[in-house]
């Protein structure tokens, strides 16, 4: 009977040593809407994303523009790689890799060939980085970030870098 007793004790402690310094899986998944970008440019943006660990998460980014004519044109669908680097699970300083597919339309007046209007559609890739806070409860977040870009196959009439920014608040639940 000692040694069953004792197995157990043995067996509890080599098992409750492995919890991380974490241990919440809760809260895994987020949505968040950019109100900074919303602000400036009246261009409305969801974002979504999935922690994998307390560290690195995937996600992806959503915006819709009114004005097609905008640096970043009236359409963009595109996800992300981060990975977090500050001292609290899912939050503090982050860098990211990210993809962006966007469409829009450049209208240019020119002497030579009159009002022309030329719709584009492109991918981008590029990085960026930022903050994020979170409340204790790990419900709700606010996010300031920003990232540079290059268009993979810009028209001639195209910027060859694309940027974007934003101030972010989100839910995870």
């Known amino acids: ?5 004792l197995f157990l004790l043995v067996l509890f402690t080599t098992t409750s040593s492995f919890a991380q310094a974490y241990g919440n899986d809760e809260n895994s998944h987020e949505v968040k809407l950019n109100i900074g970008q919303f602000l400036v440019s009246t261009t409305v943006e969801f974002g979504y994303e999935y922690y994998i660990n307390e560290d690195t998460s995937i996600g992806g980014t959503l915006y819709f523009d009114g004005k097609a004519t905008d640096y970043n044109g009236n359409f963009g669908i595109g996800p992300n790689l ?10 503090g ?15 240019d007046d020119s002497e030579n060939l009159g009002n022309r209007n030329y719709d584009y559609s492109t991918v981008a890739l590029g990085l960026g980085g930022g903050y994020k806070w979170a409340t204790r409860s790990q419900k709700f977040t606010i996010e300031l970030n920003g990232g540079l870009g290059r268009n993979i196959n810009p028209e001639d009439f195209q910027n060859d870098f694309m940027f974007k920014a934003g101030l972010s608040l989100g839910f995870r639940f």
């Open 1 to 5: 009977m000692y040694k069953f007793i």
């Open 93 to 107: 300083l982050f860098a990211e890799i990210f993809g962006l597919y966007y469409t829009g339309e450049d209208d």
């Open 82 to 91: 981060r990975a977090y680097f500050g001292y609290g699970p899912k939050s």
